[in-house]
């Protein structure tokens, strides 16, 4: 977090107002809530970013319950994109992708780039289904 924290406050500048500004907050998938300081957002998010969240297939039910309840805060009428930057380690890990349909999300590759090592970095947007 000290460093997220750091790399928003340096790059405060970028951003229009201290509402439109990132806020850091640490969201631990095993716990069954949403922290409140998330809840208290209100109006729910435009995008969720996801970044190394693969690594771990025994943590997917629970992060797949996390990304539902994040979605949820949402209007069922506007709900958030989500950005996932992953870089394979295990194929079991794109077990994911089947997961989160049950959640109403459907994932889409939209690029690939060389990371660490020359592994590929893949970008995937989720969307997610509208329910008016």
């Known amino acids: 977090m000290p460093l ?3 790399n ?3 790059n405060g500048h970028l951003f ?3 509402s439109t500004r990132p806020r850091p907050l640490v ?3 095993d716990d069954e809530g949403l922290p409140q300081d998330v809840v208290a957002i209100g109006e729910g998010f435009d995008a969720i970013i996801m970044a190394d969240v693969t690594y ?3 943590s997917f039910p629970s992060l797949v319950r996390t990304l539902s309840s994040l979605i949820q805060l949402s209007p069922p009428s506007k709900p958030p994109i989500i950005v996932l930057g992953y870089k394979e ?3 079991a890990e794109r077990t994911l992708w089947s997961m989160v349909e049950d ?3 459907t994932f889409e590759k939209i690029g690939e780039r060389s990371g660490a090592g020359g ?3 893949e970008a995937w947007i989720g969307r997610c289904k509208v329910h008016v």
């Open 4 to 6: 997220l924290e750091h």
């Open 8 to 10: 928003v406050s340096a």
């Open 16 to 18: 229009s107002s201290l």
């Open 27 to 29: 969201l631990d998938w």
């Open 56 to 58: 771990n297939t025994a």
């Open 89 to 91: 380690r295990d194929a």
């Open 103 to 105: 959640v109403g999300v």
């Open 119 to 121: 592994q590929a970095v």
